[in-house]
């Protein structure tokens, strides 16, 4: 196994800088770039690092050694703490490449380490991806709680139970003359049928831990003239839109990252919605009424002076705008004004409430990815084969397929063709 390293803290300059290695040579890299023997284990210790081959000063900083098992990869692993300064990087990074034994590590390196020497199943791997990419607290805590397990070990639960029924199964077809109980078959269909509902209702979530993983799309939608990029700009806090009194100014779909609730948010400016007036406008418009299908949910806008709610539909938020213009607000409706940032606080809560309310992270594990929905879906199609009875030998071949198609989501099983799609979405040094 080579030994690899890295900077694990992000490029540029920088307080600290931490550089990890990991592998049979980590402690000889130590050794070679300090002049001294490894620290205690897990031990912070003040070293000045060295060239080792001109035995020039590189740095003062901090050494840690983490022993095989116990460290993130499973490996012998090494941090060196330095300054983070581009100079001082660059040095020890050069230092590093130079020792026999040691190179470069890849995206992902790591974590993938730490997958195969058993420190993290598939799951808690995504789930550390995804703490790192969390932009807001709820994508936060529902990161956090995958990476701690709480996913994988629901789906391990499920898998244990599998592999119990499916024992049964086969006993009663490889020793149907020894000494086990009478039409074990038989007696599985209420487990099986339990364990299926158990994983339905799972299913039955409403997307809502991929949404929150992804982000809540919001659109805002109406005709021309209603101010629905003065909106935008009053509800992002900045100019991200050009407003204007002409019609059809917005000819494509403008977006903002907002963090509502907790929840991140691409709230998305559409054209106004009209007969448009050239090839140009009618792309704005087939663009706007495409991402309004999608979203999640929408702002419907009108106007006193333009426009009406016409274009609404069940769960859209109706907003008046200008209302600073005067004119009565309809029921159901949310005044408001672009123009002078009134009502905006009303409009912000009722974003909050329903964008809080559907997607905050939940406190029992989600599913938050395709690939464990479908894995979860193949499960529950051979587990409702496995159910309907009959020979005993198609009824174990169902047990085992969907024991597998919950041990591909774990990393259990068939894993391969996963590992490179998985791990080459991490960033170098992780």
Known sequence: METIYALSSASGRAGVAVLRVSGPRAAAALEALTGQGVPRPRMAALRRFIDPETKAPLDRGLAIFFPAPASFTGEDVVELHLHGGRAVVGAALDALARLPGLRAADPGAFTRRAFENGKLDLTEVEGLADLIDAETQAQRAQALRQMEGALGQLYEGWRARLVRLLAYAEAEIDFPDEEVPGDLIAKLGPEIGQLRSEIAAHLDDGRRGEILRGGVEVAIVGPPNVGKSSLLNRLAGREAAIVSDEAGTTRDVLEVRLDIGGVPVTLADTAGLREAAGAIEREGVRRALARAERADLRLVIAAPDAGDFALARDGDIRVLNKIDLGGNVPAGAIGVSAMTGAGLDALEAALTARVG??????????????????????????????????????????????????????????????????????????
Not at 368 to 373: C, N
Not at 376 to 391: F, K, S, V, W
């Open 357 to 430: 309310s559907a997607y905050e992270a939940s406190e029992h594990p989600v599913i938050t990815r395709a690939r464990h929905r479908e894995g979860l879906a193949e499960c529950a199609a051979a587990l409702a084969r496995a159910g309907e009875g009959g020979d005993a030998d198609l009824i174990a071949e169902d047990l085992r397929l969907a024991a597998r198609a919950l041990g591909r989501i774990t990393g259990r099983v068939d894993v391969e063709e996963l590992l490179d799609v998985i791990f080459r979405d991490f960033c170098i040094g992780k």
